[in-house]
């Protein structure tokens, strides 16, 4: 499984090998070692996912890439809204004018993400622009590529996965990682929620989804069904 990935991670931009549409850059940035995601299309159009950077070195690792690439930020996501998650959410706002998409139950989360950062001794300035709700019935729109949201509660109240079916690809926040599963011990968490989003929205997807976590490497959901201790098939 390992040399699988290896092979197809290039430069760190992962390249779906039977659909090049949609690549995947990963970054882990933050203390707490949490997983910004960019996902760009051939028309450079650019989704920023969770951007946990946290210190100047990270940001502009951020936008050197975007830089680089020629990306077209146009969409800013939060999975859900736990501060490793939302560090950069300002940062983005002010660079790229994006203003933040969240399930509309995450909101909570995001207005008790600084009192958050000071239990951390992570204090870091919350965006305040203005929200945008999203859920199942609103795909989000990447030129012509699209991302479905599933609605995956459990590890906070209202996480979202962001998953395309022609690219096989599933972006999971903190609800499933590899052979392993969100905490439910934060506010808002339930380990019985957490077990069923996992068993209806993500175990039902094909086996060859490449699942890319909130923290730790990518894995697939034909690996989780057989390996992941914590919920069985
Ligand atoms: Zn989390």
């Not at 970054?27 to 910004?36: A, D, S, V």
């Not at 239990?119 to 019935?137: A, C, R, T, V």
Request: include cysteine; charged fraction near 20%.
């Amino acid at each position: 499984m390992i040399g699988y990935l290896c092979m197809c991670l290039q430069n760190n931009v992962f390249r779906p090998e039977l659909n090049p549409m949609l690549n995947v850059k990963i970054f882990q940035f933050n203390p707490l070692q949490e997983n910004t995601y960019l996902i760009f299309n051939e028309e450079q159009y650019c989704i920023i996912v969770d951007p946990g950077c946290y210190t100047d070195q990270e940001r502009q690792q951020l936008l050197q890439f975007i830089a680089s690439k020629a990306l077209r930020p146009v969409l800013l996501v939060n999975t859900h809204c736990h501060l490793d998650h939302v560090f950069g959410n300002k940062f983005i706002h002010e660079q790229f004018g994006l203003e933040l998409h969240i399930h509309e139950c995450e909101q909570k989360v995001l207005d008790m993400a600084p009192t958050s950062g000071l239990m951390w001794n992570l204090p870091f300035d919350n965006y305040q622009g203005k929200l945008h709700f999203i859920d199942e019935s609103l795909p989000l729109q990447l030129g012509n590529d699209r991302l479905e949201i599933l609605f995956t509660p459990g590890h906070s109240p209202a996480s979202i996965s962001l998953y395309s079916h022609k690219d096989d690809l599933l972006i999971a926040g903190d609800v499933l990682f590899r052979e392993s599963v969100g905490r439910t011990d934060l506010p808002g968490g339930n380990p019985d929620i957490l077990s069923h989003s996992i068993r209806t929205k993500l175990y039902t997807l094909p086996d060859e989804t490449i699942v890319y976590p909130g923290h730790g490497i990518p894995t697939t959901i034909g690996h989780e069904k057989h390996h992941n201790p914590f919920i069985t098939v």
